[in-house]
């Protein structure tokens, strides 16, 4: 649907950014660097994302000063209690559980940025979901098929993990990890990126 004439670079090792991407036409280079990923105290669960985002593209922005960086980073959170990535199966219930017949929110921060052009956008997209009520029996069920490990919150609702929501309001590839509205707007505004139609006008 898009291509791009500049180069760019993904700072996220996630198969759904990198997913999105490839769907989206474009092509990009992978690679990431490791970063202190906790909070600090009292930060709430915005200032954390987009400075997450920030600094995984700060952490690779000066070894591609040609490139484009996109980074990202995705939480849920009850409230000002940010929910992370499961310690373990027993962490993943209780997150599961937490959010059992509640409404939560999905924040995600993405930073769009250039070294030599001195360009750098970073925003946050929210997005509200509520799950159905569910007991620790299915809770434990979902956790068993391992599909909790490595997702904020503990579920993917682009998985199985999409039988415990009721409903969502907001954008859901944002759920999933990146959004995708925001992200290509911002590409399209800097000419990272153009519709492919473009090409034969």
Known sequence: ???????????????????????????????????????????????????????????????????????????????????????????????????????????TGFCVTHSRRRVEVARSVTTKVRFAPFSEVTARAYVAIGESSDKAGAYAIQGVGACLVQSIEGSYSNVVGLPLCELLQVLQEHGVIEPASSMSE
């Open 1 to 107: 649907m898009y291509y791009n004439s500049q180069q760019i670079i993904l700072a996220s090792a996630s198969p759904r950014r990198q997913q999105y991407l490839k769907d989206m036409g474009l092509r990009f280079s992978v690679y990431t660097s490791a970063i202190d990923e906790r909070p600090v105290a009292d930060e709430d669960p915005v200032t954390f994302v987009i400075r997450m985002a920030r600094e995984k593209a700060a952490a690779i922005r000066e070894s591609f000063p040609d490139s484009w960086i996109v980074s990202g980073d995705t939480v849920v959170c009850l409230g000002q209690r940010i929910l992370g990535k499961p310690t373990g199966a027993e962490d993943a219930v209780d997150q599961l559980m937490a959010l059992s017949g509640r409404e939560h929110c999905v924040q």
